[in-house]
């Protein structure tokens, strides 16, 4: 280069660009200073930090989620709660019931029962006569912890609410 940078500080020197590195930095418009990847990085940890405070916050006290496009809120589990600290080491099933022919969702749940097909199976009328043909379940996901079930559940009710804008029907307040 042989001009100096017009912004001072806006390199390492005067006459470089990007700090002599422009296949991983980069200053198009000639105005971010050093300190632009410093703010980058401090408006991610600052992300974080709110994050992990409302994963604390919701871990201890419980919360729902407002689902965006829709009024519905997704209760999300308080690991203060006498199931989570009595059934924290217990293996969980993260199950949904479906209809087989269409694949449509009739609810998410959880259990901790032995065989996990026990608690699906007494379901499984209900689903059917809602579809008017034949329902499964299938297990998700498998998991330690009542609080881990609960949170994996409403991970699902989520995403399922996020597509359809509604509960699925077998269960119609998402829980």
Not at 77 to 100: D, E, H, K, S, T
Request: proline letters at 5%; charged letters at 15%; a positive charge.
């Amino acid at each position: 280069m042989l001009q100096t940078d017009p912004v001072a500080g806006g390199s390492c020197n005067a006459y470089d660009y990007a700090c002599a590195d422009p296949v991983n930095k980069d200053d198009t418009s000639g105005n971010c200073l050093a300190g632009c990847i410093g703010d980058l990085l401090g408006i991610i940890v600052a992300a974080a930090v709110i994050y992990i405070v409302w994963r604390v916050y919701c871990a201890v006290k419980g919360c729902t989620v407002k689902i965006p496009s829709s009024a519905i809120r997704i209760p999300f589990p308080n690991y203060a709660a006498w199931a989570a600290r009595a059934f924290r080491y217990v293996l969980y099933a993260v199950y949904v019931i479906y209809n087989v022919f269409t694949g449509a969702i009739w609810k998410f749940g959880i259990t901790r029962q032995v065989p996990w097909t026990k608690r699906v199976n007494r379901q499984l009328p209900k689903c059917k006569r809602y579809f008017g043909s034949g329902c499964a379940g299938s297990v998700l996901k498998w998991t330690i912890g009542w609080g881990s079930a609960r949170t994996w559940e409403a991970r699902y009710f989520a995403a399922y609410v996020a597509a359809h804008h509604h509960c699925p029907p077998g269960a119609r307040l998402c829980i």
